[in-house]
C-alpha cells in the first residue's frame, strides 16, 4: 500500500473509530436517571475511566516502541468494546465505575498509539498536518458520534453501547490491517525484568524526567488545564440539557454536530493558519482566552440561545487549541523520546480530564451554572499558562 493511501485509510478508519467512541456519551445522563443514581455519578464515571487512561498512557507510549502502534490499537480497540457491553449491562454505581476504569486501561492506549503512529510514520514535513488532522477527526467525528448515539438513544438507551462495542471491535482490525509496523526494537530483544520495569505505569512518568523542561512544564499546563475545563464543561452541559432544559439524547446530538461542522471550518482554516503562518505560542493564548470569556458568558446569560452560542464557542476555542498544542509538543521532542513525550501528553489530557468531570459531577448539585463559572476560571488560569510560555521564549530569547 502506497504512502497517501496508507494514511487517508488510516485518517478513514480514525474516523469511525472517533464516531463510535463518542455513541454512548449523549445517552449516560439518561441511564444514570433511569437507574436513580446521584447526580455526581455523571463526573465520577468519567473520572474514573480517565484515571486508568492517566496511568497507562505513558505505559503505552514507550510498549509501542516494541509491540508498534498498531498492536496496540488491535488489544486496545478490541478491550475498549467489551467494556463498553460491560458498561451496557452495568445497574449499581460500582459496576458503573469499575466498566469505566477497564474502559480507560484500553483508551489511553488508542489515543497514545494515534500519536506514536503519526510521528513515527509520518514524513517530516507532513507531520504538524497530520497531527493536525488527528485533533481535527477527534473533535468533528466525536462531535457527530454524539449525534449518532443520541438518535440512537431515543430507540434504545442499550443499542448505543452495542453499535459502539461492535464497530469498536470492527475498527480494531482495520487498523491491524492498514497500518505499517513502527516499533524500533524487537520484543524479542527486551529481557523479561526489563519488560517488567517498562509494564510499571509509573516508571513512565519517571522516565519524563529525562526531557522534562520548564518549557514542557508550561506546555502540560496548559494541556491539563485546557483538558480540566473542557470535560467539566462537557459534562456539565450534557447533563445540564437532559435536568435543567428536560431535552432528550438527540437535542445533545444535535448541538455536538453543529459544534463539529464548526470545529472542522475552525480546525481546517484558522488552526492551520495559526501552525503556519502566526506566532503560535502568542495565538494560543488568544484561543484559550477566547474560551474563557466564553465559559464566563455561558454563565451569566440565561437565555436559550446565547447559552447556546457562548457553548459553541467554547467547544470550538478547545477544538483549536488542541492540534495546537499537539504541534508545539511534538516539535520541543527529540526523536528519541517521541514517543514518551506523546504518551506524557495524553496523560496530562486525562489527569486534566479526571478534575473537570469529578469537580462538574460534585458542583452541579451546589447550583446548574456553577460547573460552567468553575470552566471560566479554569480556562483563565490556562491563559496564565500561556502566558508563562510566551515569556519563557522571551527570556530564552534574549539570553540567545
Not at 510498549?63 to 468494546?81: A, F, H
Request: with cysteine.
Amino acid at each position: 500500500m502506497k504512502y497517501r493511501t496508507r494514511f487517508t485509510a488510516f485518517f478513514f478508519t480514525m474516523i469511525i473509530f472517533d464516531l463510535a467512541a463518542n455513541f454512548a456519551h449523549p445517552v449516560t445522563p439518561t441511564v444514570i436517571q433511569d437507574l436513580n443514581l446521584h447526580d455526581y455519578m455523571f463526573g465520577v464515571a468519567l473520572a474514573a475511566m480517565m484515571f486508568t487512561n492517566f496511568l497507562l498512557s505513558p505505559f503505552w507510549g514507550k510498549i509501542n516502541n516494541y509491540i508498534s502502534s498498531r498492536t496496540s490499537l488491535l488489544i486496545c480497540c478490541c478491550g475498549y468494546g467489551v467494556a463498553q457491553l460491560w458498561f451496557a449491562y452495568s445497574t449499581t454505581e460500582l459496576m458503573i465505575i469499575l466498566a469505566r476504569m477497564f474502559a480507560g486501561l484500553f483508551t489511553g492506549g488508542i489515543f497514545v498509539s494515534f500519536l506514536t503512529y503519526v510521528v513515527n510514520v509520518a514524513r517530516p514535513e507532513d507531520q504538524g498536518k497530520f497531527l493536525t488532522y488527528t485533533a481535527t477527526i477527534k473533535s468533528v467525528a466525536s462531535a457527530f458520534g454524539y449525534m449518532i448515539g443520541g438518535f440512537l438513544g431515543e430507540i434504545s438507551v442499550r443499542l448505543s453501547f452495542l453499535a459502539q462495542a461492535a464497530t469498536l471491535i470492527a475498527v480494531a482490525f482495520l487498523f491491524f490491517v492498514i497500518c505499517q509496523p513502527d516499533s524500533s526494537t524487537s520484543l524479542r530483544e527486551v529481557s523479561p525484568k526489563q519488560l517488567a520495569k517498562e509494564a510499571n505505569p509509573f516508571q513512565a512518568f519517571i522516565d519524563s524526567r529525562h526531557f522534562m523542561s520548564m518549557a514542557f512544564v508550561f506546555l502540560f499546563a496548559v494541556n491539563i488545564l485546557t483538558n480540566f475545563g473542557n470535560t467539566g464543561f462537557d459534562q456539565a452541559f450534557n447533563y445540564y440539557l437532559k435536568d435543567a432544559l428536560g431535552l432528550t439524547s438527540s437535542y445533545n446530538g444535535i448541538v455536538k454536530a453543529l459544534v463539529g461542522l464548526i470545529s472542522f471550518a475552525a480546525n481546517m482554516t484558522l488552526c492551520l493558519w495559526i501552525i503556519n503562518r502566526t506566532k503560535v505560542r502568542r495565538s494560543l493564548v488568544v484561543i484559550v482566552l477566547v474560551c474563557t470569556l466564553s465559559a464566563l458568558g455561558v454563565t451569566v446569560f440565561s437565555n436559550i440561545v446565547l447559552f447556546i452560542a457562548f457553548s459553541v464557542l467554547v467547544y470550538a476555542g478547545y477544538s483549536v487549541s488542541v492540534p495546537v498544542l499537539q504541534s508545539m509538543v511534538a516539535g520541543r521532542a527529540t526523536p528519541a523520546q517521541k514517543n514518551l513525550v506523546m504518551g506524557f501528553f495524553n496523560a496530562t489530557q486525562s489527569l486534566g480530564s479526571i478534575a473537570g468531570s469529578l469537580t462538574a459531577g460534585f458542583i452541579y448539585s451546589l447550583h446548574a451554572k456553577v460547573p460552567f463559572a468553575c470552566t471560566a476560571v479554569i480556562y483563565a488560569l490556562g491563559t496564565l499558562a500561556a502566558l508563562g510560555y510566551v515569556r519563557l521564549g522571551k527570556r530564552a530569547g534574549k539570553a540567545a
